[in-house]
């Protein structure tokens, strides 16, 4: 079973940028595809952005595509996520999701993750 940790939240202006990491334990990190969500308060969680197991296969939400970069790096067991551009509507809690990638694929639904982090603020304001 896999275990994650993000961090890398805070405030920052609009306009400004931000670096969030996923650091997974727990298991074989090239196995498993990985994936941002996001939530609001009162709104539902969303996808944000995936990355398949290989590290080829990448996905964005049309939100945050050409703002927002997803990348991994093996030797960390470490999944990035960053963000440039941001704008008062990115501000939320951020988690980090696993799952086993099955044939290096993207996974794009929050119920195909069994592995979630605990969330990080974002908070962009001007």
């Known amino acids: 079973q896999v275990q994650l940790v993000e961090s890398g939240g805070g405030l920052v202006q609009t306009g400004g940028s931000l670096r969030l990491s996923c650091a997974a334990s727990?298991?074989?990190?090239?196995?498993?595809?990985m994936g941002w969500f996001r939530q609001a308060p009162g709104k539902e969680r969303e996808f944000v952005a995936a990355?398949?197991?290989?590290?080829?296969?990448?996905t964005y939400a049309n939100s945050v595509k050409g703002r927002f970069t997803i990348s991994r790096e093996s030797a960390k067991n470490t999944v990035y996520l960053q963000m440039n551009s941001l704008k008062p509507e990115d501000s939320a809690v951020y988690y980090c999701a696993a799952r086993i990638d099955e044939n290096n694929s993207v996974y794009r639904t929050a119920n195909e993750y069994p592995y979630w982090g605990q969330g990080t603020q974002v908070t962009s304001s001007s």
């Open positions: 990355i398949s197991g290989s590290g080829f296969g990448l």
């Open positions: 727990g298991g074989t990190f090239s196995r498993y595809a």
